[in-house]
């Protein structure tokens, strides 16, 4: 929770230059499974954050009954939610966590800012850090005449290291 | 023979662990194992043929029986020569801290630029944006 606090407050710092990508890395497969597929179908309707949120916010050990319960909450379509909770979600969080893994995370939280690791929870000025750094490299290829649109996928997917 | 082999591996083994020992004596670990092999050496090397003359018959069927129980793995001794392994490794590798760490699986270099595809995850913000932050966590 401490960390989703620094994740707004970096949101508030830099606006619309920062954009945040939810990845499942599910250490503990017990506790965390349910409210992974319940955000994740969360999102299928547009209500990650809010979900992220709620879930958090009850901190504990989740129950199925319980994301049902926030779903209601969230005004989500149930049958649309149930179905992808147990259909694609499944798939997409094996999928998330084996791209994460196969560049080198092994806990949670973890961090790639334009593709550079910053691991564990940190304090707001080491993202910022960070942050700025990248920034100013995406601005530099920006004046060169790089779309926003293609910055993520021609400085990080294309020329980023595929493995740890 | 195969008593003098295990007399002598027993020996440099625990050299090693002695070695190892000076170098971190508050180590409370490598003092437990080295007492662990310096009981099994006792054990061992007392019924060497040098040793066992003039003892009791039955020392020489003891190490017999050692050896025998030492072959498999689920007897004390097996433990006790599975842990020993281990150890050999650990020095080998200079420290018992050091072969800890060197067992950790290798961690991202802060300065490299992973290759992280965002697909369809779940995001916050605009579609586009100079810096993308991927987050990787867990409801846990």
Do not use: W
Not at chain 2, 47 to 63: I, L
Not at chain 2, 117 to 130: C, I, R, Y
């Amino acid at each position: 929770m401490r960390v989703s606090s620094t994740l707004d407050k970096i949101r508030e710092h830099y606006g619309n230059k920062v954009k945040i990508v939810y990845k499942n890395y599910v250490v503990h497969p017990t506790r965390a499974t349910i409210p992974a597929l319940a955000a994740c179908a969360a999102d299928k309707q547009g209500k990650f954050h809010d979900m992220y949120k709620k879930v958090f916010a009850h901190f504990g050990r989740y129950t199925q009954a319980q994301m049902d319960g926030y779903a209601k909450e969230l005004g989500l379509n149930m049958g649309k939610y149930k179905a992808d909770m147990n259909g694609v979600c499944k798939k997409q969080i094996r999928q998330e966590q084996m791209e994460l893994a196969r560049v080198g995370t092994r806990g949670t939280p973890a961090f790639y800012i334009n593709g550079r690791f910053l691991g564990g929870n940190r304090p707001f000025p080491h993202f910022q850090r960070l942050i700025d750094e990248v920034l100013k490299q995406a601005e530099a290829a920006k004046s060169k005449g790089m779309p926003v649109s293609k910055l993520y996928d021609e400085l990080v997917v294309k020329k980023g290291k595929k493995t740890l | 023979m195969k008593r003098i082999g295990i007399t002598i591996g027993v020996g440099i083994l625990s050299m090693g662990v002695a070695a190892c020992t000076k170098a971190s004596s508050s180590d409370k670990k490598l003092d437990q194992i080295a007492s662990d092999v310096a009981a099994l050496k006792k054990q061992l090397v007392g019924d060497t043929p040098a040793n066992a003359k003039g003892k009791a018959p039955g020392a020489k069927g003891m190490a017999g029986r050692l050896q025998r129980r030492a072959l498999n793995n689920n007897t004390p001794l097996g433990r006790i020569e599975r842990h020993l392994a281990r150890m050999e490794r650990m020095i080998a590798r200079g420290s018992m801290r050091g072969g800890a760490r060197g067992r950790r699986p290798p961690r991202p270099d802060a300065k490299t630029v992973y290759s992280v595809p965002l697909n369809n995850s779940a995001s916050v913000g605009p579609k586009h944006a100079l810096v993308t932050m991927v987050e990787g966590f867990d409801f846990a």
